[in-house]
């Protein structure tokens, strides 16, 4: 499948393929953002608008991007594992990205289900900064996240999926306090507002 002129290439993960899309750096050498979809039980793929408007606005600043379907979606073998295995599709794409790229910088981002996963991993996977939109806290347990890098949150104050000041209470808790970029009137899908979302990445990175 094609998206934007990219075609889609298929990987080995945990429990098979893995589907993703890639645009290597331009003007930030060897720098990677690796972003992470919403949930695949609600129609969640690589293909949400906002994972294409976060891709498109890290591509247009030089970064290499990899956007990639957890289990069970698109291409994507396996099925939906509650957050769980979706940790190890995520791994297995940061692993083959540093066995075929130089990576000198990775940011990871995720928006909602995503988020949840990019935060999940991003000590782990030893990443540089994160990008998190929307996370799904109240949805999933956050209590074990401990965020000690830089990083972005974008909230929208309209939410209708997580709690949007459960959001900033969690993320006011962290050892590293985020950069927040609050959007009152957004719902969770940012619709009318994908504008905005963009220029908040081109400011911030």
């Known amino acids: 499948m094609k998206v934007n002129g990219k075609q889609s290439q298929l990987i080995s993960g945990a429990v098979g393929e893995i589907e993703l899309r890639l645009s290597e750096p331009t003007s930030k050498k060897n720098s990677w ?25 890290f591509q247009s600043l030089g970064y290499g991007t990899i956007e990639f379907n957890f289990r069970g979606v698109g291409e994507s073998s396996g099925e939906f594992d509650d957050g769980e295995g979706e940790q190890d599709d995520l791994v297995a794409v940061v692993s083959w990205l540093k066995d075929n790229f130089t990576v000198a910088e990775l940011i990871l ?82 619709h009318k507002q994908l504008v905005w979302l963009k220029q908040v990445v081109s400011l911030v990175f």
Not at 42 to 53: A, E, H, I, P, R
Not at 156 to 162: K, R, Y
């Open 33 to 57: 953002v690796v972003i992470c979809h919403p949930h695949p039980s609600f129609g969640g793929s690589m293909d949400n608008k906002v994972v294409t408007s976060l891709q498109r606005s």
């Open 109 to 190: 981002s995720g928006f909602s289900f995503g988020g949840y996963i990019a935060l999940k991993k991003s000590q782990n996977l030893q990443a540089d900064k994160l990008c998190i939109v929307a996370p799904a806290v109240g949805l999933y347990d956050f209590n074990a996240i401990q965020i000690d890098i830089s990083w972005t949150l974008i909230q929208g104050g309209q939410d209708e999926i997580v709690c949007a000041s459960e959001v900033l209470e969690w993320a006011m808790k962290q050892p590293v306090l985020p950069d927040i970029y609050w959007r009152s009137t957004s719902s969770h899908f940012f």
